[in-house]
């Protein structure tokens, strides 16, 4: 399920940057439709742009198109939240298998922070990501504001108040799983109202 989410991610993304090529073209049709009076195939069209580049807008964040498009995809719920997004660092890895592991523990971190500042009574809804390349590893260090009391190190198992219990937990066996693949390591813990995430793979 996690292959198929990033394959629809980039084919996704893949559609946005042809609508972006394509758009005088598309300008062009739309106004010969205005032009005929053609209102039902005006409407019609605009649905099938819509549909075309669901996305969105598409911004950059590492230069890496792959990890780009999973932050974009979950940037889209972030908004409707009032979560403000930094990303600082750049990825310049090509290797597919690693940049899809990277993806995977990226989409699932996020997820995390997302559903924790979305239960958070707060204006303060903040995620940071920094990313930096460290002789062949990847470091990704994400930090989320948090309501619990008092600094924690190295915790070793994350707590949740879902009610899916046979999917609870999912996102952090994926994650240590890579973490194990890949010989790496990751760190929870929780310093002045940050829940951060240290992963290094």
Not at 106 to 114: F, P, Q, V
Not at 147 to 173: A, Q, Y
């Amino acid at each position: 399920s996690q292959q198929q989410y990033i394959d629809y991610v980039i084919k996704c993304d893949d559609n946005l940057r042809k609508f972006r090529h394509d758009v005088r073209a598309h300008m062009i049709i739309m106004k010969s439709l205005a032009q005929k009076g053609d209102m039902e195939g005006i409407l019609s069209y605009i649905d099938e742009v819509n549909n075309m580049t669901n996305l969105g807008q598409n911004r950059q964040f590492t230069g890496n198109s792959t990890l780009d498009a999973i932050i974009n995809d979950l940037q889209r719920r972030m908004s409707y939240s009032d979560i403000r997004l930094k990303v600082v660092g750049q990825l310049h890895m090509d290797k597919e298998d690693r940049v899809f592991d990277i993806s995977i523990c990226m989409y699932n971190i996020l997820l995390n922070a997302i559903e924790a500042l979305e239960k958070l009574r707060t204006e303060e809804k903040n995620i940071n990501v920094e990313i930096k390349e460290y002789q062949k590893k990847v470091y990704i260090k994400i930090s989320n504001k948090c309501n619990i009391c008092g600094d924690k190190e190295d915790i070793k198992e994350l707590i949740t108040d879902k009610k899916d219990v046979c999917n609870h937990g999912i996102g952090s066996k994926s994650i240590a799983d890579i973490v194990k693949k890949n010989d790496g390591k990751v760190i929870y813990s929780v310093k002045n109202g940050w829940f951060i995430t240290e992963l290094l793979i």
